[in-house]
């Protein structure tokens, strides 16, 4: 928390919290949000000039992988935490998949400790649902979160077995806590690398059939069901998944879901020159995937964006499409990336916001999503705009991993404050520590 005067003047307020959309000005002190609105009186506060910028409460993203510990060769906290306010995300959530994983309490309060000391974004761990990730034994829930765990996941290594999972969605009911699926059954999927269809057929690459994944996310949706616990659908990508969650939410079931920026935007035809960062799990759809959900992200069967930023070394994508790992990053592209759905009209920017910021921040349970006086001053300034030219080497991810590299992007975040600090301006950088 920073005890100074931060003026943001002359800007469009945007608060889903309180279905606010008007212009104004956003005064903080002592790390809250102390007054919104005309007419403030700001004498010696550090002014920012938002020129007709948005400004919005600092992005929450549900989803994303810092590696460290064990693999900071591809990211670590720091260098996470610093790509993602670079991109206006106040707080970010990281998988389990550490190396060790994050199964243990200590594990959690390690992460939490480099966290406080590395990262100008709050971080959020993920613990995970089973030892190890090998989906045979629940960890000690009570023990994770009481160290600090706000969701539970086996992310990428699916828990096959049901009974395995019916009980980590009963548990998890007890520390009031999501989990969340990474909706794959690894036997359909089996040795796919790309979406089952006619792109896999042209590149004479295994597919992935996106009924692998429907079938998991209804599965799940049944435990929910039956249990009453709280599931979290991670990065949906097929329109059977939107159909059945939509359905399970008219059923009552508590249920939320994500959706990340590439399966908004991108459809599997990204791999045909073999790119490499345009492999993720789940793969890239098609174009009837991507409108689903769109769709299901306007209507609110999925609830959030959440960039799944997933770092890895040049080396390791510099390989055959096969063997290369899934996944790219997204902490600096995901704001004009999506704010395509504007531009098209599918939705306004203070719904947009609600989808980065104040949604996932209620998901998780924690603060921030809001401008209200009194709030975490988390704020993000927003340029819907200005047109950059992407280069990863250029950002703050240790990784370049990116489909996005060498595009022309329109809209960016040019400032983000965390805690009532100025963490992040676009001409002077990261200001942390």
């Known amino acids: 928390m920073s005890d ?6 002359g800007g469009r307020i945007l608060d889903p919290a309180a279905e606010r959309d008007e212009s104004g000005d956003v005064l903080i002190e002592g790390g809250v949000i102390a007054a919104t609105g005309a007419g403030l009186d700001a004498r010696g506060a550090e002014v920012i000039d938002a020129n007709g910028a948005w400004i919005a409460p600092g992005f929450v993203d549900l989803h994303s992988h810092l590696r460290e510990p064990g693999q900071e060769y591809k990211e670590d906290i720091a260098s996470g935490g610093r790509s993602a306010v670079a991109g206006g995300f106040a707080a970010v959530a990281c998988m389990a998949n550490t190396q060790p994983v994050n199964d243990d309490p200590a594990m959690t309060d390690f992460i939490l400790d480099r966290a406080t000391q590395d990262s100008p974004a709050r971080v959020y761990p993920i613990a995970a649902a089973t030892r190890g990730l090998e989906g045979v034994v629940m960890t000690e829930m009570s023990a994770l979160v009481g160290a600090g765990a706000v969701a539970f996941s086996d992310d990428g290594k699916t828990i096959m077995d049901g009974g395995v999972m019916r ?21 359909l999927v089996a040795n796919g690398v790309v979406n089952e269809g006619p792109v896999s057929t042209k590149l004479g690459l295994p597919g992935n059939p996106a009924v692998a994944e429907e079938i998991l996310v209804v599965r799940d949706l049944i435990l929910a069901e039956l249990t009453g616990a709280h599931l979290h659908v991670a990065h949906v990508s097929t329109r059977g998944a939107v159909a059945a969650i939509r359905q399970a939410r008219d059923r009552g079931v508590h249920v939320t879901a994500e959706v990340t920026p590439h399966h908004l935007t991108l459809t599997d035809e990204a791999v045909l020159g073999y790119d490499t960062n345009a492999k993720v799990s789940p793969p890239l759809r098609s174009a009837a995937d991507v409108r689903a959900c769109r769709e299901g992200l306007v209507d609110g069967t999925i609830d959030a964006i959440a960039t799944d930023h997933a770092p890895h070394a040049v080396h390791e994508k510099d390989l055959e499409f096969t063997v290369a790992p899934p996944g790219l990053i997204g902490f600096e592209t995901a704001f004009p990336v999506v704010l395509d759905l504007v531009r098209n009209s599918e939705l306004s920017p203070l719904e947009l916001v609600r989808r980065l910021s104040t949604n996932p921040a209620r998901i998780l349970k924690r603060p921030g999503g809001s401008l209200e006086v009194g709030a975490p001053a988390d704020v993000a300034i927003l340029d819907p705009d200005t047109s950059w030219t992407y280069d990863p080497a250029k950002g703050y991810s240790k990784s370049r991993n990116s489909p996005w590299a060498g595009w022309t992007l329109t809209g960016r975040a040019i400032a983000t404050i965390v805690g009532g600090r100025l963490v992040y301006h676009v001409e002077r950088g990261v200001l942390y520590p």
Request: net charge positive; hydrophobic share 35%; glycine share 4%.
């Open 4 to 9: 100074r005067r931060i003026w943001i003047r």
């Open 167 to 187: 009980h980590v969605l009963e548990y998890s009911r007890l520390v009031s806590v999501p989990v969340i699926t990474h909706g794959e059954d690894r036997y």
